[in-house]
């Protein structure tokens, strides 16, 4: 299934959860970042040359954007990424063909669908960890992969849930947290949001644009640890109620 084939990638990226409707603490960047986001609200197209690429986010990430000024990336190195990392899925208007497998066509027919997937994946997995009291900051590989194993359907793997949450236990969480914090992020059917990214990621010093899974059609952005600053956010898109919420209040 090509869900089972995207669900590795949705764990590299990646206090008690605030009312998805709160404000960000302000302050000048805070400010200035939450304007430019209010003007880019529209809808991410594969077809809209404002576009290089998609990516799928969460709640929790896009907080840290507003107060820091950029978007995180990985946390933490894997195999193949380095911390700052991000996956993205192209648009027509990336010169990176040599790097994937699919066609443009195939790009741009999956980019829409494939970013909504990647991003419920990782907002149903960060918003489990923020319900348990673990900060985007803290959230390491290991509760990454479990709260994903935790959250992925019974039929896809049925020894991962109990493993998942017997992790958590032994992490000292009460089994009654586990599992309100599970039952309230696995409920949620549209979570994350898009971003559209400025095709200008690839003429910019500091940034390079390296393969990711060719047969998914994704490549990544290499920030060297720094994050990718917020005036490359060329759109967002909020997909869940809680999400809606947050940019309506911005």
Known sequence: MRIRRLLPFLIGFMVNYPLMTERVEENPLSAEVKRHLRGVVRPILADDPRFG???????????HLITHGTIPG??????????GDISVYPTAKLNVNHLIDLTPKDEQ???????????RGIGRTHRFLTLLGIPLS??????????????SVPDEDELGQPVARGYFIQ???S?????SAFNEADAIEACGFLLGISPEIQNTPGLSIV??????????????????PYKYITGIEALGEAEKAFLANL
Do not use: C, W
């Open 74 to 83: 990985r946390m933490v190195p894997e195999i193949h990424f380095l911390p």
């Open 138 to 151: 803290n959230m390491d590989n290991n509760d990454l992969s479990n709260a994903r194993d935790f959250l």
């Open 211 to 228: 393969k990711g899974d060719k047969q998914i059609g994704d490549v990544t952005i290499r920030t060297f640890g720094k994050g990718l």
């Open 53 to 63: 690429a998609a990516h799928g986010t969460s709640l929790e990430v896009v907080r």
């Open 175 to 179: 089994p009654d947290l586990v599992d």
């Open 109 to 119: 027919v999956n980019l829409r669908e494939d970013t909504r997937m990647y991003a």
């Open 171 to 173: 992490k000292g969480f």
